[in-house]
Protein backbone atom coordinates (compact mmCIF):
# COMPACT_ATOMS: atom_id res chain seq x y z
CA UNK A 1 0.00 0.00 0.00
CA UNK A 2 1.30 3.06 -1.29
CA UNK A 3 1.71 6.38 1.40
CA UNK A 4 0.09 9.62 1.01
CA UNK A 5 2.80 12.15 0.79
CA UNK A 6 1.37 16.31 2.18
CA UNK A 7 2.98 18.47 -0.41
CA UNK A 8 4.39 21.51 1.37
CA UNK A 9 4.43 25.16 0.62
CA UNK A 10 7.70 26.76 0.06
CA UNK A 11 8.41 30.39 0.81
CA UNK A 12 8.89 31.87 -3.08
CA UNK A 13 9.89 35.52 -1.63
CA UNK A 14 10.46 37.23 1.54
CA UNK A 15 9.05 40.52 1.54
CA UNK A 16 9.69 43.37 4.58
CA UNK A 17 7.57 45.79 5.82
CA UNK A 18 7.87 49.38 5.26
CA UNK A 19 7.27 51.96 7.42
CA UNK A 20 4.79 54.73 6.14
CA UNK A 21 1.47 56.35 7.87
CA UNK A 22 -2.60 56.40 6.57
CA UNK A 23 -5.73 57.72 7.31
CA UNK A 24 -5.06 61.17 9.70
CA UNK A 25 -1.58 60.18 9.97
CA UNK A 26 -1.39 57.11 11.75
CA UNK A 27 2.21 55.25 11.76
CA UNK A 28 2.04 51.97 10.41
CA UNK A 29 4.11 49.12 9.05
CA UNK A 30 2.60 48.20 4.83
CA UNK A 31 3.65 45.12 3.26
CA UNK A 32 0.92 44.53 1.25
CA UNK A 33 -0.37 47.46 -1.04
CA UNK A 34 3.63 49.48 -1.92
CA UNK A 35 5.56 49.48 -5.14
CA UNK A 36 7.01 45.93 -4.82
CA UNK A 37 4.06 44.04 -3.86
CA UNK A 38 1.01 46.03 -5.29
CA UNK A 39 -1.69 42.96 -4.43
CA UNK A 40 -1.60 39.52 -3.67
CA UNK A 41 -4.84 38.83 -5.59
CA UNK A 42 -7.70 38.19 -3.50
CA UNK A 43 -5.45 40.64 -0.89
CA UNK A 44 -5.16 44.06 -1.37
CA UNK A 45 -3.39 45.49 1.40
CA UNK A 46 -1.92 44.75 4.89
CA UNK A 47 -1.34 47.58 7.43
CA UNK A 48 0.63 46.48 10.89
CA UNK A 49 0.19 49.39 13.65
CA UNK A 50 1.67 49.01 16.88
CA UNK A 51 2.97 51.51 19.14
CA UNK A 52 3.20 52.86 22.77
CA UNK A 53 3.35 56.62 21.61
CA UNK A 54 -0.39 58.28 21.20
CA UNK A 55 1.26 60.62 19.16
CA UNK A 56 2.03 57.53 16.36
CA UNK A 57 -1.52 56.74 15.71
CA UNK A 58 -4.17 59.36 18.34
CA UNK A 59 -5.52 60.93 14.96
CA UNK A 60 -6.83 58.12 14.00
CA UNK A 61 -8.87 57.09 10.74
CA UNK A 62 -11.88 59.66 10.78
CA UNK A 63 -14.82 59.23 8.17
CA UNK A 64 -13.61 58.12 4.29
CA UNK A 65 -15.75 56.20 1.36
CA UNK A 66 -14.89 52.46 0.57
CA UNK A 67 -16.39 50.75 -2.44
CA UNK A 68 -15.58 47.21 -4.31
CA UNK A 69 -13.93 45.34 -1.45
CA UNK A 70 -13.85 44.27 2.12
CA UNK A 71 -11.77 45.55 5.26
CA UNK A 72 -10.31 43.76 8.15
CA UNK A 73 -9.35 44.77 11.13
CA UNK A 74 -7.76 42.74 14.04
CA UNK A 75 -6.57 44.32 17.30
CA UNK A 76 -4.07 42.56 19.27
CA UNK A 77 -3.84 45.12 22.01
CA UNK A 78 -5.78 48.67 22.91
CA UNK A 79 -9.42 50.20 21.58
CA UNK A 80 -10.62 51.68 18.84
CA UNK A 81 -14.05 52.94 17.80
CA UNK A 82 -15.89 51.75 14.45
CA UNK A 83 -18.42 53.90 13.09
CA UNK A 84 -20.26 53.83 9.84
CA UNK A 85 -23.08 55.05 7.13
CA UNK A 86 -25.59 51.83 8.07
CA UNK A 87 -25.59 52.85 11.75
CA UNK A 88 -23.24 50.13 12.61
CA UNK A 89 -21.16 50.88 15.28
CA UNK A 90 -18.70 48.57 17.54
CA UNK A 91 -15.67 48.58 19.86
CA UNK A 92 -12.65 47.14 18.48
CA UNK A 93 -10.48 46.10 21.77
CA UNK A 94 -8.18 43.43 22.82
CA UNK A 95 -7.91 40.75 19.99
CA UNK A 96 -11.37 41.38 18.71
CA UNK A 97 -12.21 41.32 15.21
CA UNK A 98 -14.03 43.93 12.72
CA UNK A 99 -14.72 42.00 8.66
CA UNK A 100 -16.58 44.78 7.28
CA UNK A 101 -17.86 44.41 3.40
CA UNK A 102 -18.28 47.35 1.93
CA UNK A 103 -19.80 46.27 -1.08
CA UNK A 104 -21.80 49.46 -3.44
CA UNK A 105 -20.70 51.43 -0.52
CA UNK A 106 -20.16 52.76 2.52
CA UNK A 107 -18.42 55.20 4.72
CA UNK A 108 -16.98 54.70 8.05
CA UNK A 109 -14.02 55.64 11.08
CA UNK A 110 -12.04 54.28 13.38
CA UNK A 111 -10.97 55.75 15.67
CA UNK A 112 -8.76 54.96 19.07
CA UNK A 113 -10.37 55.25 22.59
CA UNK A 114 -6.89 55.85 24.12
CA UNK A 115 -4.47 58.40 24.57
CA UNK A 116 -1.54 56.62 25.12
CA UNK A 117 -0.37 53.18 26.06
CA UNK A 118 0.07 49.93 23.42
CA UNK A 119 -2.09 50.08 20.29
CA UNK A 120 -1.38 47.21 18.17
CA UNK A 121 -3.17 45.58 15.51
CA UNK A 122 -3.83 44.88 11.63
CA UNK A 123 -5.99 46.32 8.66
CA UNK A 124 -5.97 43.91 5.70
CA UNK A 125 -8.16 44.35 2.91
CA UNK A 126 -9.45 41.70 0.51
CA UNK A 127 -11.03 42.01 -2.90
CA UNK A 128 -14.51 41.14 -3.91
CA UNK A 129 -15.44 39.72 -7.36
CA UNK A 130 -17.22 41.48 -9.56
CA UNK A 131 -20.90 39.81 -8.90
CA UNK A 132 -20.07 41.25 -5.10
CA UNK A 133 -18.83 44.38 -5.58
CA UNK A 134 -22.16 46.14 -5.78
CA UNK A 135 -23.84 43.97 -2.86
CA UNK A 136 -25.24 45.39 0.17
CA UNK A 137 -22.73 46.54 2.90
CA UNK A 138 -22.63 44.37 5.65
CA UNK A 139 -20.76 44.48 9.21
CA UNK A 140 -19.18 41.51 11.33
CA UNK A 141 -18.40 42.46 14.95
CA UNK A 142 -16.74 39.74 16.79
CA UNK A 143 -15.69 40.35 20.66
CA UNK A 144 -12.23 38.43 21.70
CA UNK A 145 -14.69 35.81 23.46
CA UNK A 146 -16.06 34.35 20.01
CA UNK A 147 -12.50 33.81 18.71
CA UNK A 148 -11.07 30.63 19.28
CA UNK A 149 -7.89 29.80 21.17
CA UNK A 150 -6.38 26.72 20.98
CA UNK A 151 -3.24 25.60 23.80
CA UNK A 152 -0.82 23.77 21.34
CA UNK A 153 1.24 20.70 22.01
CA UNK A 154 4.33 22.43 22.03
CA UNK A 155 3.00 25.19 24.63
CA UNK A 156 2.25 27.83 22.01
CA UNK A 157 -1.34 29.11 21.39
CA UNK A 158 -3.70 29.43 18.51
CA UNK A 159 -6.42 31.85 17.36
CA UNK A 160 -8.56 30.99 14.80
CA UNK A 161 -10.30 34.19 13.43
CA UNK A 162 -11.44 32.55 9.79
CA UNK A 163 -11.36 29.07 8.57
CA UNK A 164 -10.51 25.90 10.45
CA UNK A 165 -7.58 24.53 12.15
CA UNK A 166 -6.94 21.90 15.44
CA UNK A 167 -11.01 21.51 15.65
CA UNK A 168 -11.75 24.74 15.87
CA UNK A 169 -13.72 27.30 13.24
CA UNK A 170 -13.29 30.60 13.14
CA UNK A 171 -16.68 33.48 13.80
CA UNK A 172 -15.88 35.13 10.05
CA UNK A 173 -18.38 33.75 7.76
CA UNK A 174 -20.12 34.32 4.57
CA UNK A 175 -16.83 35.15 2.97
CA UNK A 176 -17.14 34.73 -0.61
CA UNK A 177 -13.33 34.30 -1.09
CA UNK A 178 -12.98 31.56 1.98
CA UNK A 179 -10.25 32.83 3.81
CA UNK A 180 -8.20 31.21 5.94
CA UNK A 181 -6.88 33.87 9.05
CA UNK A 182 -4.89 32.24 11.92
CA UNK A 183 -2.70 34.12 14.75
CA UNK A 184 -0.30 31.62 15.81
CA UNK A 185 2.35 32.39 18.85
CA UNK A 186 5.30 29.45 18.97
CA UNK A 187 7.70 29.06 21.27
CA UNK A 188 11.35 28.90 20.17
CA UNK A 189 11.45 25.68 18.29
CA UNK A 190 7.98 24.35 18.54
CA UNK A 191 6.81 23.30 15.09
CA UNK A 192 3.15 23.16 14.10
CA UNK A 193 2.22 21.92 10.44
CA UNK A 194 -1.42 23.93 9.24
CA UNK A 195 -3.12 22.26 6.55
CA UNK A 196 -3.77 24.63 3.23
CA UNK A 197 -6.46 24.71 0.72
CA UNK A 198 -4.28 24.02 -2.64
CA UNK A 199 -4.88 26.63 -4.80
CA UNK A 200 -5.52 29.42 -2.47
CA UNK A 201 -3.08 32.34 -2.21
CA UNK A 202 -1.47 31.95 0.84
CA UNK A 203 1.56 33.97 2.80
CA UNK A 204 2.70 34.58 6.30
CA UNK A 205 3.56 37.28 8.70
CA UNK A 206 5.88 37.41 11.03
CA UNK A 207 5.04 40.77 13.80
CA UNK A 208 6.71 39.66 16.71
CA UNK A 209 10.31 37.22 16.72
CA UNK A 210 11.25 35.46 14.36
CA UNK A 211 9.99 32.12 12.80
CA UNK A 212 10.94 29.19 10.42
CA UNK A 213 8.27 29.07 7.30
CA UNK A 214 9.37 25.73 5.93
CA UNK A 215 13.04 25.66 5.44
CA UNK A 216 12.91 29.87 5.34
CA UNK A 217 14.10 32.02 8.29
CA UNK A 218 11.96 34.68 8.84
CA UNK A 219 12.29 37.66 10.62
CA UNK A 220 10.26 39.94 12.13
CA UNK A 221 7.79 42.73 10.64
CA UNK A 222 8.40 40.33 7.24
CA UNK A 223 5.82 38.73 5.02
CA UNK A 224 6.42 35.14 3.79
CA UNK A 225 5.23 34.46 -0.07
CA UNK A 226 4.02 30.86 -0.03
CA UNK A 227 4.52 28.46 -3.22
CA UNK A 228 1.04 26.26 -3.59
CA UNK A 229 0.79 23.04 -1.84
CA UNK A 230 -1.18 21.62 0.80
CA UNK A 231 -0.03 22.61 4.71
CA UNK A 232 2.58 24.82 5.51
CA UNK A 233 5.06 24.26 8.18
CA UNK A 234 5.48 26.64 10.84
CA UNK A 235 7.84 27.08 13.50
CA UNK A 236 9.16 29.49 16.24
CA UNK A 237 12.58 31.39 16.21
CA UNK A 238 15.09 31.55 18.60
CA UNK A 239 13.04 33.83 20.93
CA UNK A 240 9.57 32.09 19.85
CA UNK A 241 7.71 33.88 17.29
CA UNK A 242 3.94 35.34 16.82
CA UNK A 243 2.93 35.19 13.01
CA UNK A 244 -0.46 35.60 11.03
CA UNK A 245 -1.07 33.05 8.60
CA UNK A 246 -3.84 33.92 5.58
CA UNK A 247 -4.86 32.32 2.24
CA UNK A 248 -7.85 32.91 0.20
CA UNK A 249 -9.23 31.87 -3.24
CA UNK A 250 -7.67 33.86 -6.11
CA UNK A 251 -10.30 35.60 -7.96
CA UNK A 252 -8.42 36.22 -11.11
CA UNK A 253 -9.90 39.65 -12.49
CA UNK A 254 -8.66 42.95 -13.72
CA UNK A 255 -8.16 44.98 -10.69
CA UNK A 256 -8.79 48.90 -11.28
CA UNK A 257 -8.05 50.68 -7.70
CA UNK A 258 -8.02 54.07 -6.70
CA UNK A 259 -7.62 55.33 -3.38
CA UNK A 260 -10.61 53.84 -1.23
CA UNK A 261 -12.37 51.99 -4.07
CA UNK A 262 -11.15 49.10 -5.70
CA UNK A 263 -13.55 48.13 -8.80
CA UNK A 264 -12.61 46.09 -12.16
CA UNK A 265 -12.84 49.32 -14.65
CA UNK A 266 -11.49 52.77 -14.63
CA UNK A 267 -14.86 53.78 -15.63
CA UNK A 268 -16.62 51.91 -12.19
CA UNK A 269 -14.28 53.94 -10.71
CA UNK A 270 -14.86 57.17 -11.94
CA UNK A 271 -19.22 56.16 -10.94
CA UNK A 272 -17.84 55.46 -7.61
CA UNK A 273 -16.43 59.37 -6.95
CA UNK A 274 -19.36 60.18 -8.44
CA UNK A 275 -21.73 58.25 -6.48
CA UNK A 276 -19.73 59.37 -3.07
CA UNK A 277 -19.93 63.31 -4.26
CA UNK A 278 -23.79 62.91 -4.99
CA UNK A 279 -24.22 61.07 -1.19
CA UNK A 280 -24.96 57.64 -2.33
CA UNK A 281 -22.90 55.64 -0.23
CA UNK A 282 -25.39 56.63 2.67
CA UNK A 283 -28.17 53.63 2.90
Do not use: C
Not at 57 to 63: H, M, R, W
Not at 116 to 126: A, P, S
Not at 174 to 185: C, H, I, Q, R, W
Amino acid sequence: MSETTTTARAVTRLVPAVETSDGAGVRLRRSIGKADLDTLDPFLLLDAIGSEDGADYIAGFPDHPHRGFETVTYMIEGRMRHRDSTGAEGLLESGSVQWMTAGRGIVHSEMPEQEDGVLEGFQLWVNLPAAQKMSPPRYQDIPPSDVPEVQLAGGGRLRVVAGSSNGETGPVEGVVTAPMFLDFELRPGEAVEQPVTPGHTGFVYVFRGSAKVDDTNVPEHTLALLGDGEAVRLEGGEAGGRMLLLAAKPIGEPVARYGPFVMNTREEIMQAFKDFQEGRFVD
